[in-house]
């Protein structure tokens, strides 16, 4: 298991920028394939962006790609998320997770392909 905290949230204009990071405990961080969801009120979790236990390989849902960049830092046992060109429809709670088994795939978006989670990070988008 990999213990997840989520920071970086808050409220933003439209068209800023936010970094979302999440830090592990655990000397398995490096083990795991680590993605992003988030949340809107009355809509289900949905996936963000994902990359691999090595950083080699990342994948982004089609709504972000070209706006959020993921990336990690082993040695730091942290995954970051960097928002640029927010809209307001980018406004939920961002959750971090680590995949459900070691070196498992980084082209997962299920919600049940990870099996450990933050406990999210709220970010507000105003226009």
């Known amino acids: 298991q990999v213990q997840l905290v989520e920071s970086g949230g808050g409220l933003v204009q439209a068209g800023g920028s936010l970094r979302l990071s999440c830090a592990a405990s655990g000397r398995t961080f490096s083990r795991y394939a680590m993605g992003w969801f988030r949340q809107a009120p009355g809509k289900e979790r949905e996936f963000v962006a994902a990359?691999?236990?090595?950083?080699?390989?990342?994948y982004y849902a089609d709504s972000v790609k070209g706006r959020f960049t993921v990336s990690r830092d082993n040695a730091k046992n942290t995954l970051y998320l960097q928002m640029s060109s927010l809209k307001p429809e980018d406004t939920a709670v961002y959750y971090c997770?680590?995949?459900?088994?070691?070196?498992?795939?980084?082209?997962?978006?299920?919600?049940?392909?990870?099996?450990?989670w933050g406990q999210g990070t709220q970010v507000t988008v105003s226009t």
């Open positions: 997770a680590a995949g459900s088994t070691i070196y498992s795939s980084a082209y997962n978006k299920r919600p049940e392909d990870y099996g450990s």
């Open positions: 990359i691999s236990w090595s950083g080699s390989v990342t």
